[in-house]
């Protein structure tokens, strides 16, 4: 079983950075990809980027710009760092983890984010 363990999070006013980080652990084999989504409230829950482990990135729109993601491979860690927060970028942030031989998606706890000043 795979287990991912976000942190992070927290309150920022307009303009502000966050950066959160995403470790997976348990029987961590053969990852396709790891990424962040997130949820507003009484939205659905959208793409923010994404992360193959050769290296390959997508990010939503409305993130372009403003947010980086990365990953270390060796320690099966996800980040993604936030600059020029805006108020609607206030969700819940989830991570994700997409495994390369069974297609199976394991998903984080989730992790708050609050764009207010």
């Known amino acids: 079983q795979v287990q991912l363990v976000e942190s992070g999070g927290g309150l920022v006013q307009p303009g502000g950075s966050l950066r959160l980080s995403c470790a997976a652990s348990?029987?961590?084999?053969?990852?396709?990809?790891m990424g962040w989504y997130r949820q507003a409230p009484g939205a659905q829950r959208e793409l923010v980027a994404l992360?193959?482990?050769?290296?390959?990135?997508n990010y939503g729109d409305s993130v372009k710009g403003r947010f980086t993601i990365s990953m270390d491979n060796a320690k099966n860690t996800v980040y993604l760092q936030m600059n020029s927060l805006k108020p609607e970028d206030t969700a819940v942030y989830y991570c994700?983890?997409?495994?390369?031989?069974?297609?199976?998606?394991?998903w984080g706890q989730g992790s708050r984010v609050t764009v207010s000043s």
């Open positions: 994700r983890l997409r495994n390369l031989r069974t297609m199976n998606n394991y």
């Open positions: 348990g029987t961590v084999v053969s990852i396709l990809d």
């Open positions: 992360i193959t482990t050769g290296g390959t990135i």
